[in-house]
């Protein structure tokens, strides 16, 4: 996707003012009017702010702000919209308006891009304005320009990624402070790393929806139908258990070429050993590891939340629009993108209170099984499809947590065998 000329008779270059309206002023908005009154250079000013509540008390002029999203979609002035609102449907009629007025715009919402992402990229293609949202997955770290420009033609082996720094608070607090899930989602709360309903977090939503964009930029995969599972079932005895293995509890979003081409991808709690570089990312941190043909293994860490992190990838795509910067999609438009496929194997921790509650008779291997007084776990080998395809892991207070390397191909299934308990020892699990 070449830069459009409308886009350059917009005036926008590096000498040229960006005039900005903002929807929303909450953390990441009022983040974002600090620091661009402390970084003057950028030539960059909001002249309005789009709010819903006019009566709260904020701490900038009234003046700047208005409850008319048409103030800052139908002025001619303002050649940056700024998107950074929680609600989807609102947040993709403000971009896709703002697009249609021939204004760049710039957004953090990374469930509307997540739904919207077919729509968004022909709207692209049809107004030829820049859509940049480096904001919206990983705050600080900037892994979506890496993906397009550093990786552009770079073979991605694998990707592995803690993108969600609520989640990953909490699982530092069961870990290294022996908290319970309740105690340790109540102080993420207390915090500020949570919100008052941390659901979207705690299951997976908000990490499924960042990994789905990014598998775009990775590998050309558009998909917003991920499996995915968030940490609400992991049990403190699961931590307890992570411990004597030599392992640390995350949420991980990955995604591995296979030796088909294809490409595995999902979110799901995993056990990282000490020395792999996400066990490093702690508290509301987030952080990446790429690995590729030409530049082999590279991590990427940085926090994941918070008012000026985000603000500064904002910041960051504020001053891209001045070199007329878009995002070209480049595994999607240039290369033959990727296939996902759910035809390989994973290898998994599964605790449970009852025997009923797990198929046994599902896994294609049994490796090793404990039958506890309160809490019984096993670990085997499950089709990828069975995750797929059933529940019965997401029910009944069942914890599915994946080994680590736990993608394993069907060839490499078959070199080693598998190593199956005998159905005597399987009923008395």
């Given at each position: 996707m070449s830069t459009g000329s409308n886009f350059k008779n917009q005036g926008m270059d590096k000498h040229k003012k960006l005039t900005i309206g903002l929807f929303g002023f909450g953390v990441v908005g009022e983040g974002l009017y600090k620091v661009l009154h402390q970084t003057p250079s950028l030539n960059a000013t909001i002249k309005k702010v789009c709010i819903k509540n006019s009566n709260k008390k904020r701490d900038a002029p009234k003046s700047l702000f208005t409850i008319d999203k048409n103030e800052l979609l139908n002025d001619i002035e303002i050649n940056v919209i700024v998107e950074v609102i929680n609600e989807s449907g609102a947040a993709f009629e403000i971009v896709s308006t703002a697009l249609k007025n021939k204004k760049a715009v710039i957004s953090a919402s990374k469930k509307m891009i997540a739904e919207h992402l077919t729509e968004l990229l022909e709207l692209q293609k049809e107004t030829r304005m820049p859509f940049l949202y480096e904001a919206a997955a990983g705050a600080s770290i900037p892994i979506i320009r890496n993906l397009e420009e550093y990786y552009d033609n770079d073979l991605l082996h694998s990707m592995r990624a803690i993108v969600n720094g609520s989640t990953n608070f909490i699982l530092t607090k069961m870990f290294e402070e022996n908290?319970?899930?309740?105690?340790?989602?109540?102080?993420?709360?207390?915090?500020?790393?949570?919100?008052?309903?941390?659901?979207?977090?705690?299951?997976?939503?908000?990490?499924?929806?960042?990994?789905?964009?990014?598998?775009?930029?990775?590998?050309?995969?558009?998909?917003?139908?991920?499996?995915?599972?968030?940490?609400?079932?992991?049990?403190?005895?699961?931590?307890?258990?992570?411990?004597?293995?030599?392992?640390?509890?995350?949420?991980?979003?990955?995604?591995?070429?296979?030796?088909?081409?294809?490409?595995?991808?999902?979110?799901?709690?995993?056990?990282?050993?000490?020395?792999?570089?996400?066990?490093?990312?702690?508290?509301?941190?987030?952080?990446?590891?790429?690995?590729?043909?030409?530049?082999?293994?590279?991590?990427?860490?940085?926090?994941?939340?918070?008012?000026?992190?985000?603000?500064?990838?904002?910041?960051?795509?504020?001053?891209?629009?001045?070199?007329?910067?878009?995002?070209?999609?480049?595994?999607?438009?240039?290369?033959?993108?990727?296939?996902?496929?759910?035809d390989f194997y994973v290898s998994v921790y599964v605790s449970f209170n009852d025997n009923e509650d797990v198929p046994k008779e599902n896994f294609v291997s049994l490796n090793e099984w404990h039958a506890g007084e309160k809490r019984k776990y096993m670990i085997g080998i499950l089709p990828f499809s069975e995750l797929k395809e059933n529940g019965w892991w997401k029910e009944n207070n069942v914890s599915l947590i994946l080994m680590p390397d736990g993608i394993i191909e069907k060839r490499e299934l078959k070199k080693s065998g598998v190593n199956a308990i005998d159905e005597m020892q399987m009923m008395a699990i």
């Open positions: 908290l319970d899930y309740e105690q340790a989602l109540l102080l993420a709360k207390q915090l500020g790393f949570a919100e008052t309903d941390a659901s979207l977090d705690v299951e997976g939503y908000d990490a499924k929806n960042k990994w789905s964009f990014l598998l775009t930029h990775a590998y050309g995969i558009i998909t917003n139908q991920l499996v995915f599972r968030g940490i609400q079932n992991i049990d403190k005895h699961d931590a307890i258990i992570a411990k004597e293995k030599g392992f640390e509890i995350k949420l991980v979003a990955q995604a591995k070429k296979l030796s088909d081409g294809k490409v595995a991808a999902f979110v799901l709690p995993q056990f990282v050993k000490h020395d792999d570089p996400l066990s490093f990312v702690k508290n509301e941190y987030n952080g990446v590891v790429v690995e590729s043909a030409f530049a082999d293994k590279q991590f990427f860490y940085g926090k994941g939340a918070g008012s000026f992190p985000t603000a500064s990838a904002i910041l960051s795509d504020l001053s891209a629009l001045r070199y007329q910067y878009k995002y070209e999609y480049k595994k999607l438009y240039h290369h033959l993108p990727h296939e996902l496929t759910n």
